[in-house]
């Protein structure tokens, strides 16, 4: 499994928050998974992100707190939400499917190589539209 991290997160409130927060944030991001589920009791997240419990208690309070400063208006800017069994990133899916512009042409060449891989030529004409009407 992957995750994507932007590279905008440095220029993200998130970044502005102590080491410890951070370090907890990336750590969930890198266990959650397709759903943005990390399951995981509180000494377990403390393990994965080798913090204390103390830290981590203390990252999950700033993390599922409203942050006024989000670039994210939505859930008031949290980032983390407890569910039973762990914790949900929220927006987890919004960004994971969010593509970026090498993402984008990556993409676009993989579909355009299984478009010609099927016999149809992509510089032809499609003359099964009407011609649009010329002006005199």
């Known amino acids: 499994m992957f995750v994507k991290l932007f590279s905008t997160i440095t220029e993200s409130s998130l970044w502005g928050e102590t080491l410890p927060v951070r370090v907890l944030f990336v750590s969930m991001l890198a266990r959650a ?9 509180l000494p377990g997240l403390s393990r994965v992100a080798n913090l204390t419990i103390e830290q981590t208690e203390s990252a999950l309070e700033i993390l599922t707190e409203p942050d006024p400063h989000s670039k994210n208006p939505l859930n ?17 899916e919004f960004y994971r499917n969010m593509r970026d512009p090498d993402g984008r042409r990556e993409y676009m060449r993989e579909y355009m190589r299984r478009y010609r891989e099927n016999g149809v030529d992509v510089n032809s004409v499609n003359s099964s539209k009407p011609r649009l009407a010329q002006a005199e």
Request: glycine content about 16%; charged content about 25%.
């Open 33 to 41: 998974d397709k759903e943005g589920f990390i399951e995981a009791s």
């Open 76 to 92: 008031e800017g949290r980032r983390v939400v407890q569910v039973p069994g762990g914790w949900c990133i929220l927006n987890y």
